[in-house]
C-alpha cells in the first residue's frame, strides 16, 4: 500500500518522522487544553516497524505490534487512540488519526471533531493519512487525495483532484503532497498562502515533504545542502543550516532533521527547548508544536522541549541506597551518575525505551544486589532500593575488658580499656572476665530498616589454659542502645542493665582466627542506636568452672594498631 519511499506527513504545529525508502507519518501541534495521559506500555522494537507523531500537547506512537499508544493532553480523548492494529499515524492539533490494517473503511480519527476533521469518507481505503489543525488529508489505496473538515482556506476544496501520490502532510491550514513518479516539481501544496507556505519552488525534485504549522520543508533528491523550506520564516523555520539530511520535520515554528551521520539537527523557535537537540545518533525525528521527539539507533525514544501535558515524558528512576553520598552509575548515550541525598535517595530520568544497568558505589558499602537491570523501561520505576552493608570498628577508648570482684560477687572489680587486647573466660580465682565493644552507629540513617547485625572478634596469641567455647558453655552477647553506663569502661558495665540480653552467641569455630555471632535476633537488630553510640557486653554462659586455673582467650581491642585487626560490627539495612 507504500510506495518504496519516504513517507512523511505534518500537521499544523507538528512533524512525523521517516526514514528514506520507510513509509512514514508526521505530526500536529495541538493547542493547551486540559487532561493529560502518561505513556502506556509500549515497546520499541524495530525503527522500520515503528512511527513516532509529536503533536503540540501530546505524542502518539505506532508500535511494533501494530498498536497505537499516545500520551499528554487527553483533552476529549486526544492521547485515547482506538484498540486495533494500524500501519499509519498522525497527532494532530486538537484530533489524531491513522490507518487501521486490512482495506474498506480504514482511516479512524478521534479526539476534537471541531469541523468533520474527526470524519474520513465511507467507502474508501487509505494508505496513510495527516492530521492538520482542523483538517485531514489522506492518500487513498490507488494514489489519490481525499482532504476532510475545515475548509475556509480551500484546504479541504482545492485538493488536487487528479495524479497519483505517495505521500500527504498536513499543517496549520494547508497541505502538501508528494506526486508519482519522482521528478521536478513533484511536490504541490494548496489551502493558505499567506506566508508562502503553499508556494514550493519550481523546477526541483523533492523526495520528502513536511507541512509545518505556516512553514513547509521537504527534501531534494540530490545535492549537498538538500533540504529546502519555504513559508514562514520569523523564527528562522524556514532557514535550514548546510548539510546532508536524510528526513525532515517541519514543526510548530521550528524544524528537525536527521543528518546523514544519523545526528538530529534543529532550528527555528526554541522558546521551550525543543530545538536544542540531544547528542547521540538517531532513526528518526518528529517536530511537535513546542517540543520534539527522537527515536535513537539504540531504540530508545527521546522528547525534548515543552511538557506541559507530558508530551514529552521520560521515565524517572528512584529508590533509596541505604547511604548519603552513594554514587550511582549507568550508561545513556554516555556514562552517567546519580549521588543520593542526605537520606540516601535518589532519582533520575531515562529515555523510553531504555535499558541498562545501574550499579551504586561508596567506599566501605556493599550494596545488595550489586546493580539492577533494567530492559526496555516504558513506565516509571519507583522503589529500586539497596539493602547496604556497613562495617564498624570498636572504640579503642570505649571498649576492653572488666573482670569479676571475687567469684560469686557478680560485680566489676578490676578493668583495663587500654590494652590492646580483651580477655574472655576465667582466671585462677574463678572470676569472670568480660567484655565490652562500643560502635559508634551514629551513621545509620534514622529510618533504616536493620536486616542483618553480626560482630566478629580477632583472637590474639594462644589460648590460656583450656578453650573456654568447651568449658564455659556458649559466648553470649548482650546489647545496650547508648552506653552501659557512661561512655568510657566502667566496672558497673559488668552487671549493667541491658536493652536487651543474648540477642546473640558466637560460633566456636573461628575462621582465620576470626569468631563471629550468629545473626543478631530481631528483639537485638531494634535495639541498634541510629543517633549515637551501640554497646555489646561478651561473656560465657558459665562464669567460671571451678578449677581454679585459668582458661581464656585475647582478642584484638579498639586499641590495636592494626584497624583491620579491630572489632567488627557489620550491618545491613535498607530504608523503605
Not at 515503528?50 to 493532553?73: F, P, R, V, Y
Not at 485531514?136 to 490507488?142: A, E, F, I, L, N
Not at 519522482?182 to 523526495?207: A, E, K, N, R
Not at 560485680?411 to 574463678?430: E, R
Amino acid at each position: 500500500m507504500y510506495s518504496n519511499r519516504l513517507i512523511v506527513i505534518f500537521c499544523i504545529s507538528c512533524v512525523l518522522l521517516a526514514l528514506v525508502g520507510l513509509p512514514l507519518q508526521r505530526v500536529l501541534a495541538a493547542p493547551a487544553s486540559k487532561g493529560a495521559n502518561l505513556p502506556p506500555s509500549r515497546r520499541v522494537a524495530s525503527a522500520l516497524l515503528e512511527i513516532i507523531s509529536a503533536g503540540k500537547w501530546n505524542t502518539c506512537w505506532l508500535q511494533n505490534d501494530s498498536t497505537i499508544a499516545c500520551w499528554g493532553d487527553n483533552t476529549l480523548g486526544l492521547s485515547t487512540p482506538p484498540l486495533g492494529t494500524f500501519i499509519n499515524v498522525s497527532a494532530g492539533n486538537r484530533h489524531a488519526c491513522a490507518v487501521k490494517t486490512g482495506g474498506g473503511d480504514n482511516a479512524v480519527c478521534w479526539g476534537e471533531d471541531t469541523s468533520g476533521d474527526t470524519q474520513p469518507p465511507l467507502s474508501t481505503t487509505f494508505a496513510q493519512v495527516a492530521a492538520g489543525y482542523y483538517h485531514t488529508c489522506g492518500v487513498k489505496s490507488g494514489g489519490s487525495l481525499a482532504c476532510w473538515g475545515d475548509d475556509i482556506y480551500n484546504q479541504v476544496t482545492n485538493t488536487p483532484a487528479v495524479g497519483t501520490f505517495t505521500q500527504v502532510s498536513a499543517g496549520a491550514y494547508h497541505s502538501c503532497a508528494l506526486k508519482s513518479p519522482v521528478g521536478p516539481d513533484d511536490v504541490v501544496c494548496w489551502g493558505d498562502i499567506s506566508l508562502g507556505q503553499s508556494t514550493p519552488p519550481l523546477g526541483m525534485t523533492f523526495t520528502q515533504v513536511s507541512a509545518g504549522a505556516f512553514h513547509t520543508c521537504a527534501l531534494k533528491s540530490s545535492g549537498v545542502d538538500n533540504v529546502v523550506c519555504w513559508g514562514d520564516n520569523s523564527y528562522g523555520q524556514a532557514a535550514p543550516p548546510a548539510g546532508t539530511f536524510t528526513q525532515v520535520s517541519a514543526g510548530g515554528s521550528h524544524t528537525c532533521g536527521l543528518k546523514n551521520d544519523a545526528t538530529v539537527a534543529c532550528w527555528g523557535f526554541n522558546g521551550s527547548l525543543q530545538s536544542a537537540a540531544p547528542s547521540g545518533t538517531f532513526t528518526q525525528v518528529s517536530a511537535g508544536g513546542l517540543h520534539t521527539c527522537g527515536l535513537r539507533t539504540s531504540g530508545a525514544l527521546t522528547c525534548w522541549g515543552d511538557n506541559a501535558f507530558g508530551q514529552a515524558s521520560t521515565f524517572t528512576i528512584s529508590g533509596n541506597a541505604g547511604a548519603s553520598g552513594v554514587t550511582l552509575s549507568y550508561f545513556d548515550s554516555i556514562d552517567k551518575t546519580v549521588m543520593t541525598d542526605a537520606n540516601g535517595n535518589f532519582f533520575f530520568q531515562v529515555e523510553y525505551n531504555w535499558s541498562g544497568t545501574l550499579t551504586p558505589s561508596k567506599a566501605g558499602v556493599t550494596f545488595t544486589p550489586a546493580s539492577r537491570s533494567f530492559i526496555s523501561l516504558t513506565a516509571d520505576q519507583p522503589g529500586q532500593n539497596y539493602a547496604a552493608t556497613v562495617s564498624f570498628t570498636s572504640i579503642g577508648k570505649q571498649d576492653g575488658w572488666v573482670l569479676e570482684s571475687t567469684e560469686f560477687s557478680g560485680v566489676g572489680g578490676w578493668k583495663d580499656a587500654l590494652a590492646t587486647t580483651f580477655i574472655l573466660g576465667d582466671d585462677n580465682y574463678n572470676r569472670q572476665y568480660r567484655a565490652i565493644l562500643s560502635f559508634n552507629t551514629a551513621s545509620l540513617p534514622d529510618s533504616a530498616n536493620i536486616q542483618y547485625a553480626q560482630l566478629k572478634i580477632k583472637k590474639s596469641g594462644v589460648t590460656t589454659g583450656s578453650n573456654p567455647f568447651t568449658k564455659l558453655g556458649k559466648l553470649w552477647v548482650d546489647i545496650r542502645t547508648g552506653s552501659f553506663g557512661t561512655l568510657s569502661l566502667a566496672l558497673t558495665d559488668f552487671k549493667a542493665n541491658a536493652s536487651a540480653a543474648k540477642v546473640t552467641y558466637f560460633n566456636k569455630a573461628a575462621s582465620s582466627t576470626w569468631y563471629s555471632t550468629y545473626p543478631v535476633n530481631a528483639t537485638g537488630l531494634t535495639k541498634v542506636n541510629k543517633i549515637g553510640v551501640t554497646q555489646f557486653r561478651l561473656y560465657f554462659a558459665l562464669d567460671d568452672n571451678n578449677n581454679v586455673a585459668s582458661d581464656y582467650m585475647n582478642f584484638f581491642s579498639g586499641n590495636y594498631g592494626t584497624l583491620a585487626s579491630r572489632p567488627q560490627l557489620i550491618i545491613t539495612y535498607n530504608v523503605p
